[in-house]
């Protein structure tokens, strides 16, 4: 069984750093996609970063979050992190890790069907 756990959420002002950990347990395929989706209120839920390794390691971002945010991922500890930098009202949103999706990419960053396992959410609010 997997088990996707959050951590890291919390509350900063405009321009603050924060840093979320998605610690996984069980067995996950080191040729899988692993993401981080957020949904705010109101909102559909939406992919903001992905992370896939296979020697290589390869990225992808939302364009709201480029050059903001950056996922890494530790497979000796088999931890996904997102490093969030000068954050926005608008980052406010409950934010999800995601994994065990076959295929990871720009095309692949909404399609929350693809990936089979998620945790339970660690919320991230942004003051102005």
């Known amino acids: 069984q997997v088990q996707l756990v959050e951590s890291g959420g919390g509350s900063v002002q405009t321009g603050g750093s924060l840093r979320l950990s998605c610690a996984a347990s069980?067995?996950?395929?080191?040729?899988?996609?692993m993401g981080w989706f957020r949904q705010a209120p109101g909102k559909e839920r939406e992919g903001v970063a992905q992370?896939?390794?296979?020697?290589?390691?390869?990225?992808y971002y939302a364009d709201s979050v480029k050059d903001r945010f950056t996922i890494s991922l530790d497979n000796a500890k088999n931890t996904v992190d997102l490093q969030m930098s000068n954050l926005k009202p608008e980052d406010t949103a409950m934010y999800y890790c995601?994994?065990?999706?076959?295929?990871?990419?720009?095309?692949?960053?909404?399609?929350?069907?693809?990936?089979?396992?998620w945790g339970q959410g660690t919320q991230v609010t942004v003051s102005s």
């Open positions: 069980g067995y996950i395929s080191s040729r899988k996609c």
């Open positions: 995601a994994a065990g999706s076959p295929y990871c990419g720009v095309g692949s960053l909404n399609r929350l069907g693809l990936f089979p396992y």
């Open positions: 992370i896939y390794s296979s020697g290589v390691v390869i990225t």
